[in-house]
């Protein structure tokens, strides 16, 4: 980070021997020496033990078998404990930049220790005491950093940060907008008010969106399961027209956002591909699993498509080690009916460990059951089966309860009374509507589920059952078609 960006925060003006110290740190390479530093220099300025923790969070390793013996050796070190608490008793000394920053640079630290855990909660108190003293940016770092911390949803920072970020939210940005609708996820909160009032403020200020802002709002649309028709329009207009200026790894993520909303049709497909194609060898092999599993959401490529199988041949052949990818591209396999490369994941999947992400667990269930229907010899862990079922069925409680489905089966209900089919089990699945004298099986397609239910219904087709997924927007627009017809007959 440029010296420019030390000078503006922390004081009005860094002195000489401050920007000599930053350059020091800067010239550091190690976290050793890092920490050998800063603890030589406890009283130094606070911007100056703040470069150094940056400097720290830049140096550790991001990724790879490594990073939490790194992560732990660090949080045993003396020195950075005394780095911590030297942090912790200077917070006061803090303006909400400086707070912000250090906040974030102690999350990405990716580590547990007492002392980083008293670090983050003298912030957040420093912080509840900073009315109409912090930008809008700074807001949203803060959020961000609490809500990856997994601090009390309840607390008083939460409040306090609702309160200022209604209070300035004329002056958000698109990037604030977007930190905040992320944290609250992160944090676990369901604010309809914050929510709806930032969604405004992020159509009002719509015509000034990079493709940078476009690609963060559909990926943090994507997360919340946020399926607004009109920002939606708007934000597939403004990519679509200017496709040739977004990055590879752009364009995959705009692939897999829109895919996970529901709102990927054939002809964006194609305009999307068209643009990939020539740098699909600059893709790693995450964005290739990120863009064949958005493939098999939209649906609208075949098997013989040589587009596909070049993605799944540089995939399958890079050995890629990551876990939840290697579910997601399983899934994509199965489903795009690429059976040649599909052995090979089903054997990475059952020589993998324990999987703790509920989404990755509930498409593992869809696989190992795709698995057993057409392969019933091959032997997979029990404990991973197990734990596959248990996260799906949870998952199927979970969204049994969503305002969508509730307001399906009261439409239902009206039309057909007595005779409504309600959730239950048709073969190794729970699905949302069955009728088991006609073995009909009536699914919703919502945002809110990980992926389609286009591989769970081809092993129920082949189990004799008739299967009918409703597209998400076809649901809503039915919903809402059905209560404006309900309120004109009240008003007559």
């Not at 190690?30 to 703040?50: I, R």
């Not at 601090?151 to 920072?157: F, I, K, Q, R, T």
Request: a positive charge; one cysteine or more; aromatic letters at 8%.
């Amino acid at each position: 980070m440029h010296l420019t960006f030390w000078a503006r925060h922390g004081r009005r003006f860094a002195t000489a021997p401050v920007l000599q110290a930053l350059r020091r740190v800067r010239a550091l390479r190690s976290p050793s020496q890092l920490l050998g530093f800063a603890a030589k220099n406890e009283g130094a300025e606070m911007l100056v033990l703040y470069s150094v923790l940056q400097r720290l969070v830049s140096l550790l390793p991001k990724t790879g078998a490594g990073t939490v013996a790194v992560a732990e050796g660090l949080a045993g070190d003396g020195r950075f404990q005394v780095l911590m608490k030297t942090l912790s008793s200077r917070a006061e000394e803090c303006n909400g930049a400086t707070l912000a920053r250090v906040a974030d640079a102690a999350v990405r630290l990716r580590t547990r220790s007492p002392e980083l855990e008293e670090l983050l909660q003298r912030l957040a108190e420093v912080t509840v005491t900073r009315h109409n003293c912090i930008k809008p940016q700074d807001l949203s770092i803060l959020a961000q950093a609490f809500g990856s911390w997994r601090l009390d949803p309840g607390a008083d920072p939460a409040r306090f940060l609702r309160g200022e970020a209604l209070r300035q939210m004329q002056d958000f940005k698109w990037n604030s907008c977007v930190r905040f609708l992320d944290a609250f996820r992160r944090w676990g909160i369901v604010d309809p008010e914050l929510t709806a009032m930032t969604l405004e403020r992020l159509q009002d200020i719509l015509p000034a969106a990079t493709n940078r802002d476009v690609v963060m709002i559909l990926e943090v649309f994507s997360k919340l399961g946020i399926a607004r028709l009109e920002l939606l329009q708007k934000l597939c207009q403004m990519a679509f027209s200017n496709l040739w200026l977004f990055s590879p790894q752009q364009l995959v993520s705009v692939t897999s956002s829109l895919a996970k909303l529901r709102f990927l049709t054939e002809r964006d497909v194609e305009e999307l591909l068209k643009a990939l194609m020539p740098q699909f060898g600059r893709l790693s092999d995450v964005d290739v699993g990120r863009l064949l599993f958005a493939l098999a959401m939209a649906n609208v490529c075949c098997a013989q498509d040589p587009r596909l199988k070049v993605l799944a041949a540089q995939y399958v052949g890079a050995g890629n080690s990551d876990v939840l990818s290697d579910i997601d591209v399983a899934w994509a396999l199965a489903v795009l009916g690429l059976d040649r490369y599909f052995p090979a994941m089903v054997e990475r999947i059952a020589e993998m460990g324990m999987v703790e992400k509920r989404s990755s667990l509930v498409k593992l269930h869809d696989v190992l059951c795709h698995v057993a229907h057409q392969r019933p010899e091959f032997p997979l862990p029990s404990e991973l089966r197990r734990a596959a079922r248990d996260a799906a069925a949870a998952e199927a409680q979970r969204l049994a309860s969503s305002q969508m489905r509730s307001k399906v089966l009261t439409v239902c209900h009206r039309l057909v009374p007595p005779q409504t089919p309600q959730r239950t089990m048709a073969g190794p699945f729970q699905v949302d509507f069955v009728d088991e004298r006609s073995k009909l099986v009536v699914d919703l397609d919502l945002v809110s589920w990980p992926m389609t239910r286009k591989l769970r219904h081809q092993i129920l087709g082949d189990q004799g059952y008739t299967t009918v997924a409703l597209p998400y927007w076809e649901v809503k627009r039915l919903v809402l078609a059905y209560w404006a017809f309900n309120v004109l007959i009240l008003r007559d």
